[in-house]
């Protein structure tokens, strides 16, 4: 009587491998959202932490919204010799602090100010240079925004 050839796998069987694939998607899955989450618009410089973070950022202004922004942020403009540039800010807060300054590097700052709420004002830069933008929140949920002409 002829036997039948016995088909075994070639690979060992690990605990891994006896698991259902769809069991490690949900991990998988919870992982990736919660890094995705927190990389929103964190930067790795400063500390900065931002929780579903959208913000953008071109020639003539920059803005953010998001759930938690915990850190200090810089962004820097730049006036000409000759021009006054009209800076525009808009911040809302629904929870936490948002202070922000703007300043010429060893001058006293144009702007100043802390625990920002809900607001809309206008900062008249006047003299010529690279002027730094500082934003330093502490579980600030809300948004910022500025712009200028």
């Excluded at 016995?6 to 998607?25: D, G, I, V």
């Excluded at 922000?100 to 240079?129: D, H, I, K, M």
Aim: charged share 20%; proline share 5%.
């Amino acid at each position: 009587m002829r036997r039948k050839p016995r088909l075994e796998s070639r690979h060992k069987k690990t605990p891994c491998a006896r698991r259902k694939p769809s069991a490690l998607l949900p991990l998988w899955l919870c992982l990736f959202l919660l890094s995705a989450g927190l990389a929103g618009c964190s930067q790795p410089q400063g500390g900065v932490l931002a929780v579903n973070c959208v913000s953008q950022q071109n020639s003539t202004s920059f803005s953010a919204r998001y759930d938690l922004l915990s850190g200090e942020k810089k962004y820097e403009i730049r006036v000409n010799p000759g021009e006054t540039l009209a800076l525009r800010l808009n911040v809302t807060t629904e929870e936490g602090s948002l202070a922000a300054s703007v300043s010429l590097p060893g001058q006293e700052p144009a702007y100043t100010g802390n625990a920002l709420g809900n607001t809309s004002f206008t900062v008249y830069l006047r003299e010529s240079g690279t002027y730094t933008v500082r934003l330093t929140a502490e579980k600030h949920r809300g948004s910022y925004s500025f712009a200028w002409d």
